[in-house]
């Protein structure tokens, strides 16, 4: 296996894009590349087999995909048999590849689509009768699709693992297997990811063949632009913290570990005044969606998610992450706090820790190769204001849109309103209050 370094940004004229490529690029602002894309372009433009390594947010998705679609460039699949495959672990990853490199497909003539679980599967069955060039997809659902032959992979020329290491952490790989064997063999791999541990190791040496190798950064490495802080607080002012902390300026998200914490948190930020919003797998995929856009579009500022929601996300801006319950292992650390500092923006990424936790939470961060300042917090502080932007929430609390009728929570389950009624903000001094709107 060969390795390479790149630290040096190039401009993607310096490649051997196509011409349509290159003014598409241009239109678009985009003149040098991100290192990952410095290392990895000449050898997957090439025809190499390549396994990039990159943290979340380095360029990763232009890295694979630019290469495919000058490959696939010139002839038009044939109905229900891409050319081109890409693999990533989330429907969120997925949709957001799409968008990505849907204008570039326009200007090379191609048809890029997402075949996700929780989606239409009648829509995705038509838009693969049309004809399919490049296909992002979610394992579980293109095996679906594979399963009832409406999606055949025997003429897949190139394919790409996106965020491979996020997908053995999931247990995806029994299905990636089963869909890499049903692929053309001969045909060129790529494989990118933040970790290449022994899973991932697996995959490479099974499907990829004399891969060259580019590493932009240790997997481990801190982001130069990104503060880490452990924020210590005591078990009954917790929410309160919290509170304040996403009532700041500002796109931040919180990480919580199971689907009731999302929505439990979700539920006292908006009863506290804060337009805040949960997402996770149990939500319909419209709701994620329209969560999403609405993330994106900076109308909703707080975004509380799951580990497995959120790995899919990849949102510039994001200023500050919040780990509401402290994760589990450094894997999980460092796949949170990528959603900040993206681009070489700067970000802080904050962990509220309960003093019985703070052992546990420091040996994470040390497997994660990450130093955290530590200070003991109380609500309204000023330190706590410094570090974070935290305010004092108006207490007024938000009213949401209702959700669809397949995830409206059951009777008896408690509501904003019943949260608003023990808000310790209602009614206290914050300024002026905003207006009450959707949440």
């Known amino acids: 296996?060969?390795?390479?370094?790149?630290?040096?940004?190039?401009?993607?004229?310096?490649?051997?894009?196509?011409p349509q490529l290159l003014t598409a690029l241009d239109r678009r602002g985009f003149t040098e590349t991100f290192p990952i894309q410095a290392a990895t372009l000449p050898d997957a433009l090439a025809g190499r087999d390549v396994l990039g390594r990159g943290q979340t947010g380095s360029g990763k998705?232009?890295?694979?995909?630019?290469?495919?679609?000058?490959?696939?460039?010139?002839?038009r699949s044939a109905p229900g048999r891409p050319r081109g495959l890409v693999l990533v672990p989330t429907r969120e990853l997925a949709l957001q590849v799409t968008d990505a490199l849907a204008p570039?497909?326009?200007?090379?003539?191609?048809?890029?689509?997402?075949?996700?679980?929780?989606?239409?599967?009648g829509a995705q069955v038509q838009a693969l009768r049309r004809g399919v060039d490049l296909l992002v997809a979610t394992p579980g659902r293109l095996a679906d699709h594979v399963r009832q032959g409406t999606c055949h992979l025997d003429e897949v020329i190139v394919t790409t693992l996106d965020?491979?290491?996020?997908?053995?952490?999931?247990?995806?790989?029994?299905?990636?297997?089963?869909?890499?064997?049903?692929?053309?063999?001969?045909?060129?791999?790529?494989l990118f990811s933040a970790t290449l541990d022994g899973a991932v190791r697996t995959l490479v040496r099974r499907f990829l063949t004399d891969p060259v190798e580019h590493s932009t950064e240790p997997a481990t490495a801190g982001v130069t632009t990104m503060e880490h802080h452990l924020l210590l607080v005591d078990r009954r002012e917790k929410d309160a913290v919290v509170a304040e902390i996403a009532a700041r300026d500002g796109r931040t998200m919180l990480f919580a570990r199971t689907q009731l914490g999302v929505d439990r948190i979700a539920e006292q930020l908006r009863a506290a005044g804060i337009r805040a919003a949960g997402l996770h797998g149990g939500?319909?995929?419209?709701?994620?969606?329209?969560?999403?856009?609405?993330f994106r579009d900076g109308s909703l500022p707080v975004l509380v998610a799951t580990d497995v929601a959120a790995r899919g996300i990849h949102v510039d801006e994001v200023s500050l992450v919040v780990h509401v319950d402290p994760p589990a292992d450094a894997k999980d650390y460092l796949h949170r706090a990528g959603r900040t500092a993206r681009a070489g923006q700067d970000g802080t990424v904050v962990t509220i820790v309960l003093h019985p936790q703070r052992r546990m939470v420091q040996s994470v961060l040390r497997r994660a190769g990450v130093q955290a300042r530590i200070s003991?917090?109380?609500?309204?502080?000023?330190?706590?204001?410094a570090l974070t932007g935290a305010r004092t929430p108006s207490g007024e609390p938000v009213v949401e849109r209702p959700e669809p009728v397949e995830h409206r929570r059951p009777r008896g389950r408690r509501g904003a309103a019943d949260y608003a009624r023990r808000s310790p903000y209602r009614g206290r001094p914050g300024g002026s209050r905003p207006e009450r709107r959707a949440g």
């Open 104 to 121: 570039f497909a326009d200007a090379l003539s191609l048809v890029v689509r997402p075949v996700v679980g929780g989606a239409p599967m």
């Open 376 to 385: 003991s917090v109380r609500p309204g502080d000023a330190a706590l204001m």
């Open 61 to 75: 998705t232009f890295a694979f995909g630019l290469p495919m679609l000058t490959r696939l460039a010139g002839t």
């Open 283 to 294: 939500k319909p995929q419209q709701t994620r969606t329209r969560v999403m856009n609405r």
């Open 1 to 18: 296996m060969l390795t390479g370094l790149s630290t040096i940004p190039a401009r993607f004229s310096d490649t051997a894009l196509p």
């Open 163 to 190: 965020e491979a290491d996020q997908m053995a952490d999931m247990g995806f790989l029994p299905q990636v297997t089963d869909l890499l064997e049903r692929v053309a063999p001969g045909g060129q791999r790529l």
